[in-house]
């Protein structure tokens, strides 16, 4: 069946550390990919997507590849700011379907100032 | 432009009740997906309703149920509500055509007592 599997959190990090959070998939064939960023009480907003194999998805200094031979799709940024501070849920919706999106657990990001 | 509004924002309940919790897609957005957040994890797929219909179902009992309406808006109904059923219920909406992003709203926070 269709999965993701994202790095569990905490991730503590300080201002302008470098992030990556790791996400890998389960799917048949050619998921769309997302990352999702939800802030303290309030809904999901989408951060970024990739919708076939080798697209680099990017968004307000985040960026992620869509790696098809290691089914992952990592999110990173080069410099981290306290408002980063969220849980980042890494997604995808299977191949030929258009009405669930299957969501990771979520991983929470502080930003230490 | 509004975006995804839910209603009500928080809802305490007691078990055996049944509950309506209500969602007003972005204009022009013609497709609502229902998710359940339960604390800790990531959403899961409950419902996808498109033009009045229902074009996805989640993994959830029959319990849930729910509507669109001709204005696109949508209710998502749970009866015998059950302790377990204590979550953030998300609402998304997207313009309907494959590929197309999904938009959340807040949420609606349902504590079952």
């Known amino acids: 069946g269709n999965s993701v599997t994202q790095m569990e959190g905490p991730v503590t990090l300080s201002e302008e550390a470098f992030l990556t959070i790791n996400c890998t998939y389960t799917?048949?064939?050619?998921?769309?990919l997302f990352w999702y960023v939800q802030y303290p009480g309030e809904g999901l907003q989408l951060l970024l997507k990739?919708?076939?194999?080798?697209d680099k998805g990017s968004n307000k200094g985040f960026e992620a590849t869509y790696r098809k031979e290691t089914t992952s799709f990592h999110l990173e940024k080069g410099s981290v700011q306290v408002s980063d501070s969220a849980v980042y849920f890494c997604?995808?919706?299977?191949?030929?379907?258009?009405?669930?999106?299957?969501f990771g657990k979520g991983t929470r990001l502080h930003i230490l100032p | 432009d509004a975006g995804v509004t839910q209603s009500p924002t928080h809802l305490i309940k007691t078990r055996g009740q049944h509950v309506t919790l209500r969602c007003s897609p972005i204009?022009?957005?013609?497709?609502v997906s229902w998710y359940q957040q339960v604390l800790g994890q990531g959403p899961q797929f409950i419902f996808q309703?498109?033009?009045?219909?229902?074009?996805g179902r989640g993994n959830f009992p029959d319990r849930f149920s729910a509507r669109q309406f001709p204005n696109y808006s949508s209710e998502l109904n749970v009866n015998a509500l059950l302790l377990g059923d204590s979550a953030l219920y998300l609402c998304?909406?997207?313009?309907?055509?494959?590929?197309?992003?999904?938009?959340f709203g807040d949420g609606t926070r349902l504590s079952i007592l």
């Open positions: 998304a909406s997207s313009g309907g055509s494959f590929g197309q992003p999904q938009h």
């Open positions: 799917a048949t064939g050619y998921p769309s």
């Open positions: 990739a919708t076939k194999a080798d």
């Open positions: 997604a995808l919706r299977p191949m030929n379907r258009d009405d669930k999106i299957i």
């Open positions: 204009s022009g957005h013609k497709s």
């Open positions: 309703y498109y033009e009045k219909e229902e074009r």
